[in-house]
């Protein structure tokens, strides 16, 4: 049976696997971007949570990353649009199911990284944080 940290990180992952780019979770980055992006998700990292008693409860502040990669001729425009989607998607729901009490994206900063013999890449790192609170830390 998974962990319930392990659930939402899934959610998350099914959620961004719904969108046009191709979603990844935890891998290393191919070799090639696919045409319609590429998105890997990251477990990050939990953090200390804050703990209130009676009955016990860990409250975390997880900090997830999606790295976004986008490449091509019109890399700007459509990497503007897979951050939109990214968001869009986000705020569709919020809690993922009810998992979280919340879930918020931070802004990218994004980057332009030269790829010898082919169009450069245009990604960045999309650090979301999941709030959620579990009555053990390694349940």
């Known amino acids: 049976m998974p962990t319930f940290r392990e659930t939402i990180l899934t959610a998350l992952h099914a959620r961004l696997s719904a969108l046009p780019a191709s979603a990844l979770r ?4 191919p070799e090639r971007v696919p045409p319609d992006g590429l998105l890997v998700l990251r477990d990050g990292d939990p953090g200390e949570p804050e703990v209130t008693l009676s009955p016990v409860a860990y409250h975390y502040q997880h900090r997830a990353e999606i790295e976004a990669a986008i490449q091509g001729s019109d890399r700007d425009a459509a990497f503007d649009t897979l951050c939109a989607s990214i968001g869009t998607t986000i705020a569709a729901d919020r809690t993922l199911g009810g998992l979280c009490d919340w879930v918020e994206a931070e802004a990218p900063r994004p980057v ?3 790829v010898e013999g082919a169009a450069s890449l245009k990604a960045a790192v999309i650090p979301v944080i999941l709030h959620y609170a579990t009555a053990d830390p390694l349940a």
């Open 112 to 114: 332009d990284l030269p």
């Open 26 to 29: 935890g891998d290393v980055l």
